[in-house]
């Protein structure tokens, strides 16, 4: 039995829960649109289909992943994978992966299922290393599942090279998989960014809204790298507007060691564009609209506050949206007559 294997895997595992589960990370934009469709797609029907808003995957891995695979909806068997320290967050464009410009997912999201329920499918299938470059062989069987290297695809730390392929151990589901099968959470990196989610899904669809909302969260610990730039915060209050970044030990060291690869970078020169959209709504109509733009620093990016922000006659909303190099950072609504979050 597949549960057996998963509650052994409990006490080799990095982090205890993490063997419960499998793990679909994407962008916050792509998210909505596999919470709206009830489906995850492959890549391949998710292009043809226009459903990918955000293209995860660098070119680079991209092109060393088969054709076949392309065609399977693909999730991780634990978070923190070595592509999630690369792709995770907003980063400049000069310390991406690969100078990869789709190596970039701005606000991550787990879409978290249970894993027994996905083992039991018949469809499903799985592998002891990655797809992408390494032709892992895909396994089907609960004998061949107990055979996988569960130490090193859960384990914690650093990983050595030879380790990293274990690390991005796969399920995979061949064209969509439906997601109420055995989704049990969406993880979010902050509240901020639940709050975000929970508003774009609200204008998608009201009743998907309702179904999901109970089920996202904010996962402070053992999920997310936290080595980008993103939005940590962002309250509104009396007139005035305060955003505040990550600066966070994790960012500071990912572009560090990006800089001692190339000696033209200087990370505390690279700036990237801020730009900050106010709508003021009434009954879902905007009476009013505005733009603020400007240039931050990206490796100590200080907070920043907006004030003397006007009222707007009739208006009972007053809508936020951060952009950083155009990539949507968080969205967040508020109640003119209070200050407080919708």
């Avoid at 595992?13 to 489906?39: C, E, Q």
């Avoid at 890549?43 to 891995?61: E, G």
């Avoid at 639940?194 to 309702?210: A, G, I, K, P």
Wanted: net charge neutral; aromatic share 12%; glycine share 4%.
């Amino acid at each position: 039995m597949y549960s057996n294997i998963i509650r052994e895997n409990l006490s080799v595992s990095s982090v205890k829960w993490w063997p419960m589960y499998a793990y679909h990370f994407t962008d916050i934009t792509n998210a909505v649109s596999i919470l709206t469709t009830g489906r995850l797609y492959s890549r391949l029907n998710a292009n043809s289909l226009h459903l990918m808003k955000n293209d995860n995957a660098s070119r680079q891995v991209i092109d060393m992943t088969s054709s076949e695979i392309a065609s399977f909806v693909r999730f991780y068997f634990r978070p923190l994978t070595p592509t999630q320290y690369h792709n995770e967050g907003f980063k400049h464009s000069r310390i991406r992966y690969d100078n990869d410009e789709n190596a970039n997912v701005p606000v991550p999201v787990f879409l978290v299922f249970d894993l027994n329920k996905l083992l039991c499918d018949p469809k499903t299938m799985f592998s002891g290393a990655g797809q992408a470059g390494y032709g892992t062989k895909l396994l089907r069987t609960v004998d061949e599942f107990k055979s996988l290297d569960f130490c090193k695809i859960y384990g914690g730390g650093i990983p050595s090279k030879e380790d990293i392929p274990y690390r991005h151990a796969e399920i995979v589901y061949p064209d969509y998989y439906d997601i109420d099968n055995a989704l049990v959470g969406i993880a979010c990196r902050n509240e901020t960014e639940r709050q975000s989610l929970c508003n774009l899904l609200w204008e998608r669809n009201h009743r998907t809204f309702y179904k999901y909302k109970s089920k996202m969260s904010a996962m402070k610990y053992d999920m997310f790298q936290n080595n980008g730039l993103f939005v940590s915060d962002c309250d509104y209050s009396n007139g005035t507007l305060g955003i505040r970044f990550s600066n966070t030990k994790n960012k500071a060291d990912y572009a560090r060691f990006a800089a001692m690869r190339d000696d033209s970078i200087d990370i505390y020169k690279l700036q990237v564009s801020l730009k900050v959209s106010f709508d003021w709504v009434s009954r879902d109509e905007i009476l009013s609209h505005k733009e603020v733009t400007r240039e931050i620093d990206y490796a100590d990016t200080d907070g920043i506050a907006f004030s003397n922000i006007p009222a707007i006659n009739g208006a009972k909303e007053l809508h936020v949206k951060v952009f950083i190099e155009d990539k949507l950072m968080g969205y967040m609504k508020y109640q003119l007559a209070k200050g407080d979050v919708l």
